[in-house]
């Protein structure tokens, strides 16, 4: 059960790139319910207008189609969203690519692609919205991950793309910072009901096995990614900047299982 007030983003828009499925449809939906007037951005305009009728359409939801990749596209989208709802509160970038690949597996294209559409997309983003964002005040949060910060076989496309990612919202929070402008990341964890989890583990087993790894022994759900943004973007949380939450039940920490305390014994 969420500790936020119904009506704590009353007045406040949104922009979330990637925001048409997932985790980053799920922030959207929550502040919708918090009372943000929230526009979500995708490739796919089909998806864009579907999801912005999930949220309830107008007058507080807006879909619109752009690719990150293309910094004059979503520049348009970003003045899009500001001449209908006026200065962005709140920027999330969450667009990302993804596949599972060895390096000798991994063509030169489909490596720079991952690093533009999660890292160059990011700074694209970013760099778009800041003098559409309010001032002071703005919360700017971009949608990481663990392979960041821990190299993972079959990730090096994504482990580069990411930590590019946790240093640019690091710089930028200095750069910004004396505008008012707060920029953070949401660093999630195995969470279910997503696309990637799906690819990952497919079956009960496989299941199992990923779970009993993690501290908490569990699977974290959208909501609770969601409430992270929340909390980064509302006024319990303005005197944080340049901060990579970790939303993942601990499974940065390393191996939980029963197995590796067993043998540490």
């Known amino acids: ?8 983003l009353s007045g406040k828009t949104a922009f979330i790139a990637g925001g048409t499925s997932g985790i980053n449809l799920g ?3 929550r502040m919708v319910e ?10 796919n305009p089909e998806k864009a207008s579907a999801a912005a009728a999930e949220l309830g359409g107008e007058p507080n939801a807006l879909g619109l189609s752009c690719d990150v990749r293309d910094y004059a596209a979503i520049r348009a989208a970003l003045e ?36 533009d559409i999660d890292l160059n997309g990011t700074f694209n983003v970013f760099k778009a919205s800041y003098d559409l964002v309010r001032k002071p005040g703005a919360s700017l949060i971009a949608i990481t991950a663990g392979q960041a910060v821990n190299p993972i076989m079959m990730q090096a496309h994504a482990c580069a793309a990411k930590a590019g990612v946790n240093q640019l919202v690091r710089v930028l929070a200095m750069e910004w910072g004396p505008q008012g402008i707060r920029v953070n990341g949401i660093s999630p964890g195995p969470i279910a009901g997503t ?36 909390f980064l973007c509302s006024d319990s949380a303005t005197y944080i900047t340049g901060t990579i939450l970790d939303c993942d039940g601990g499974s940065q920490l390393g191996d939980a299982s029963d197995r590796e305390v067993s043998q540490g014994l």
């Open 1 to 8: 059960m969420s500790a936020f007030k119904d009506n704590l």
């Open 27 to 29: 922030i959207a939906r």
């Open 34 to 43: 918090l009372g943000a007037r929230v526009v979500v951005a995708g490739r």
């Open 80 to 115: 899009h969203a500001v001449e209908r709802f006026g200065p962005l509160d709140i920027v999330v970038s969450g667009a990302a690519g993804n596949f599972l690949a060895p390096v000798t597996g991994i063509s030169a294209n489909g490596f720079r692609t991952v690093v």
């Open 195 to 230: 696309e990637g989890m799906a690819r990952l583990t497919p079956n009960e087993e496989s299941t199992r096995s990923r779970t009993g790894r993690i501290p908490l022994r569990r699977y974290g759900e959208i909501a609770e990614v969601a409430e992270s943004a929340v």
